[in-house]
């Protein structure tokens, strides 16, 4: 379920969403990847079960090619929707949804490069 979306940031235009599933909760957040270009990146990390505030960095990912503010949101609330959906369907960890969600991203050359932490 997603259990909270944040609105886009006027001035940055940086999106945040919170994702919580039976098997893991997860923060994601995409943003530019220095200040005023026009290249994105997306970090998702893994919440604790008894606090939201305690956040662990998991993976991180960019874009190909340079984005409009829109592309970027567009693409967030795809990979938020992906996310949630398999962890619902699937009940598996955060790892194993990233896992398949990154290979999806990769052969559909919607992302460039990973991190995994």
């Known amino acids: 379920m997603i259990r909270s979306k944040l609105p886009p940031s006027r001035f940055l235009g940086s999106v ?5 599933c039976p098997a893991f909760a997860c923060f994601v957040s995409t943003s530019r990847c220095a ?4 290249y994105w990146e997306t970090a998702i990390f893994e919440l604790s079960p008894s606090n939201d505030l305690k956040m662990k ?3 991180r990912f960019g ?3 340079k984005l409009r ?3 970027s949101e567009l693409l967030h609330d795809m990979i938020c929707t992906d996310l949630d959906r398999d962890g619902e369907i699937s ?3 955060l790892s194993t949804c ?5 290979t ?5 050359g919607t992302i460039s490069w990973v991190t995994i932490y």
């Not at 200040?35 to 026009?38: D, M, Y």
């Not at 990233?98 to 990154?102: A, E, I």
């Not at 999806?104 to 559909?108: I, M």
Request: charged fraction near 25%; proline fraction near 6%; hydrophobic fraction near 30%.
């Open 57 to 59: 960095l998991r993976i």
């Open 104 to 108: 999806h991203l990769r052969q559909e």
């Open 35 to 38: 200040f005023l270009t026009s």
């Open 63 to 65: 874009y190909p090619c």
């Open 98 to 102: 990233l896992g398949r969600l990154t």
């Open 16 to 20: 945040a969403t919170t994702v919580s």
């Open 69 to 71: 503010r829109e592309g």
């Open 91 to 93: 009940s598996e960890p």
